[in-house]
C-alpha cells in the first residue's frame, strides 16, 4: 500500500510540465549572448515535459532573442540534444497475514519509473534583414515564429 502511495504523490508531483519562463528549478528556456549576435538558448524540461514542446520553447526564445537584439531574423547555427534520462524505483513490499496456524505471504515486487527530461542546446546568429533584401538560406523569420508558436506554450 505505501509503495503505490509513494507512485501516486511521485506522480502527482511530477504531473506539470515545465512551463515557458527562464530556466529554473522545475526547467525553463533561458538565452545567453555568446558575441553582439551570436546567443546560446537552453532549454529544460521536467520529467512531464515533451521533446517537441521543448523545442517549441527553444524557437520562440530565439525569436524573442532576435527581436531583442534588434535582428528580424535568426539561423540556427547549430543544436544539440542534450537530454538525461533515469530511473526511480519504488521497493517491493511482503505482507504477512496469520490465520490459525498458517501463514499467507503476499508480495509485490518493486516497480521501476522511467523518467526523460528533455534537453536542447541551440546556438543562433541574429539577422537583420531590410525589406526588399534577399533572404539567406535557412534564415528564420522571427515575427513569424513569435505568431505561430507564441499563442501555443504554457506561459508561467
Wanted: proline residues 6%.
Amino acid at each position: 500500500m505505501y509503495g503505490r502511495l509513494a507512485i501516486f504523490a511521485l506522480i502527482a508531483l511530477g504531473a506539470c510540465s515545465t512551463p515557458y519562463q527562464e530556466i529554473g528549478l522545475t526547467g525553463g528556456v533561458s538565452a545567453f549572448p555568446m558575441t553582439a549576435n551570436t546567443f546560446r538558448i537552453e532549454a529544460r524540461g521536467n520529467g512531464s515535459t515533451g521533446a517537441t514542446t521543448i523545442q517549441d520553447y527553444t524557437m520562440l526564445k530565439a525569436a524573442e532573442t532576435a527581436k531583442a537584439a534588434g535582428g528580424t531574423h535568426f539561423l540556427i547555427i547549430s543544436a544539440q540534444d542534450a537530454s538525461t534520462s533515469g530511473a526511480i524505483v519504488m521497493p517491493g513490499q511482503a505482507q504477512t497475514s496469520v490465520y490459525g496456524n498458517t501463514a499467507y505471504t503476499s508480495y509485490s515486487p518493486p516497480t521501476t519509473i522511467r523518467i526523460n527530461k528533455p534537453r536542447l542546446n541551440t546556438y543562433i546568429r541574429v539577422l537583420t534583414i531590410a525589406p526588399g533584401q534577399p533572404i539567406p538560406l535557412g534564415a528564420i523569420s522571427a515575427d513569424e515564429i513569435i505568431q505561430n508558436i507564441g499563442p501555443r506554450v504554457k506561459r508561467s
